[in-house]
Every structure is written in structure tokens, then in C-alpha cells.
């Protein structure tokens, strides 16, 4: 059976807390931003997060589930260790249908997680221990069934063998006709990478997904001629604008897409990758952009309204009056 998307990320529990400014303050967590963290600073705020609730995460990750919960076949390739958080992670991948196909060691550094630290005005402060993750290299993608995309997520290049990694999965791509996409993941991860990332993406990506920093930082250029510009060397181009909606470029069509929350906002975390899993579903089943869009705008509006990257409402029953 060949699949929808393979989605090729760091395999990170996400451990998401209610909190306020005076703990941010307090611990000195830079509010709203995404700070890598050591091992140490990872036991130290993870001790004092109250009530955390725990779940397989990352961005691919979320991607993955959302694909799955929409009723599209997803597999996720990253890597865990052989210990407790190791364990919750598959567990919770597999539980929604989404097929794991990266390795589980038992040696090497922990299991990484994040603590997700969510004050009173929806703003997120992420705190990442990368552990596992930055052992992920060509070799996690050796017998990989047939997909009609493959999905990076852009944290990856950080890792050591990053580049490498994004150059296998491009030449398995090639080699099986397969489709590349590539989240951009941020601003700054665009910055740290310009040159190579500008490069990548021109040879090799067909589908890019990003927020309006992340296009600006790689174009110089506001939304809408950021899109036109990285449609002149990409099939599809997907940038998400918060409470404005989207820009959607697909071959000919152009789609600005509203946003959908489905009540209040509480929580942006996994926003983002609710509306790439949401897309790519669309497009899976050969639908043009504007009900693609619709389709990653109602799996993104689900998300906000609830603490968590993971969908407590029905997804498929969410958008059957859209298609």
C-alpha cells in the first residue's frame, strides 16, 4: 500500500503546562520564543511544570497524526530512545494510525522533549532538549515504502548529519517520483541556513510551507510577493498568516484562504503543522487550493482552541461538509 506523506522529523514528547509571566520570569524562559536546552535545564523545568500534559510531538510529528486523524495514511521517521518517553512516543504515534518507521536505540543520549509553557494570552515558550534527535542521519531512511510525498521538517538541518539527511531524502524522492516538501520551521532556523536552504529548496523541493516570517526571511519580501516570487521555482506554496488565514499558490491557482478557529484561542502550538497535514490531505485526494486551504484552515482552527498539538474534535466529521 502506498502512502500519502512519510514525514521525517525530531521525535520530541511534547510535555505542554499552563503557566504565567511570573513563572517564565522566574525560571528565565524567554517568552514566545523556541530555546534549545541541555539535559540538565530539561530536568530543572520539567520538575516544576504543573499538571503537563504528555504526547507524541515535534512538527513532522503533528503533521503526521493530523494526516492519519483526516483519514490519510501517514508514516513518521525519527528517532527515540529506548526509554520511558521513548516508548510514550511510539505508543502515541501508533495510536492514532500513523505508522512508525525510525529507530529506537538504547544507547546514546535520552529521549528529547519539549516543554511547552502556554501563558494566559496564548503565547507559547518552548523549551527543547534535543537528546535523540540530533543522531538522526541517511541511515534512518533505508528501506522506505512507497509515498506519494516525503515531508522535512527544517529544525533537522541543525543536526549534524542535517544536510546529508535532507540530501538522501531528496535523492529517494527523485529516485521514486515522489513529491519533496519542506517546512520552513522558522524564521531564525532560515536565517542560520540561508545560502544552503536557498539552494535546497531551489533543486529539489516542490511544496513549501511556511508563516510570513519564515517567507520573509528567505525572500526579503511581504506574503503575498514572497509567494509569486517562490512560485517561480516551486509547484506549491503554502503561507499561513495567523488570524489573517493563508496564501496558497498551487501550479495556476492563487487562494487566500480565511482563518477558522472553531472557538477561542488558547494555545498556537502545533497550529502550523495541523494546517500542512491538513493541505496535503486536501491534496492527497486531488483537490484544488482553495478547498485545500479550507481544509488545513479548519484542522489548524480545531487545534487552537484546546491546550496541545493533538485534535480532540472529530477531524473527519470537521471538514466532510467541505469536500
Given at each position: 500500500m502506498s502512502l500519502d506523506v512519510i514525514y521525517v522529523g525530531n521525535a520530541i514528547v511534547d510535555m505542554v503546562a499552563v503557566s504565567d509571566d511570573a513563572f517564565l520570569q522566574a525560571n528565565e524562559v524567554e517568552k514566545g520564543g523556541m530555546n534549545l536546552i541541555d539535559e540538565a535545564r530539561a530536568i530543572?523545568?520539567?520538575?516544576?511544570?504543573?499538571?503537563?500534559?504528555?504526547?507524541a510531538g515535534g512538527s513532522a510529528a503533528n503533521s503526521a497524526v493530523g494526516m492519519a486523524l483526516l483519514g490519510g495514511?501517514?508514516?513518521y521517521v525519527g528517532e527515540v530512545a529506548e526509554d520511558v518517553l521513548g516508548g510514550e512516543f511510539v505508543t502515541s504515534l501508533e495510536e492514532t494510525g500513523t505508522s512508525f518507521l525510525g529507530k529506537i536505540t538504547n544507547d546514546g543520549l535520552a529521549t528529547a522533549r519539549c516543554m511547552?509553557?502556554?501563558?494566559?494570552?496564548?503565547?507559547?515558550s518552548m523549551n527543547t532538549f534535543l537528546g535523540a534527535c540530533i543522531q538522526m542521519g541517511p541511515s534512518h531512511l533505508s528501506d522506505m515504502p512507497a509515498c506519494d510525498v516525503y515531508y522535512l521538517e527544517g529544525y533537522l538541518f541543525d543536526a549534524p548529519e542535517g544536510p546529508a539527511l535532507f540530501a538522501k531524502v531528496a535523492e529517494i524522492a527523485e529516485m521514486t517520483g515522489a513529491k519533496l516538501a519542506l517546512s520552513l520551521s522558522d524564521a531564525w532556523c532560515v536565517e542560520r541556513h540561508f545560502d544552503a536552504f536557498s539552494a535546497f529548496?531551489?533543486?529539489?523541493?516542490?511544496?513549501?510551507?511556511?508563516?510570513?516570517?519564515?517567507?520573509?526571511?528567505?525572500?526579503?519580501?511581504?506574503y503575498e510577493a514572497a509567494g509569486d516570487e517562490m512560485a517561480a521555482y516551486l509547484d506549491e506554496?503554502?503561507?499561513?498568516?495567523g488570524a489573517e488565514g493563508a496564501y496558497i499558490i498551487k501550479g495556476d491557482e492563487r487562494a487566500h484562504v480565511g482563518a477558522a478557529p472553531l472557538g477561542d484561542v488558547v494555545d498556537?502550538?502545533?497550529?502550523?503543522?495541523?494546517f500542512a497535514a491538513g493541505y496535503l490531505y486536501?491534496?492527497?485526494?486531488?483537490?484544488?487550493?482553495?478547498?485545500?486551504?479550507?481544509?488545513?484552515?479548519?484542522?489548524?482552527?480545531e487545534i487552537i482552541c484546546h491546550y496541545g498539538a493533538r485534535p480532540e474534535a472529530d477531524l473527519k466529521a470537521l471538514i466532510a461538509p467541505l469536500i
Open positions: 530543572y523545568l520539567s520538575e516544576r511544570l504543573h499538571n503537563p500534559t504528555k504526547m495514511k501517514s508514516a511547552i509553557l502556554v501563558t494566559p494570552d496564548a503565547v507559547r529548496i531551489k533543486s529539489h523541493v516542490s511544496i513549501v510551507f511556511c508563516n510570513e516570517d519564515e517567507a520573509r526571511a528567505l525572500t526579503g519580501k511581504d506554496v503554502v503561507i499561513t498568516r498556537t502550538t502545533g497550529a502550523g503543522d495541523l486536501g491534496r492527497a485526494q486531488g483537490h484544488g487550493a482553495a478547498v485545500c486551504g479550507a481544509i488545513a484552515s479548519h484542522a489548524s482552527g
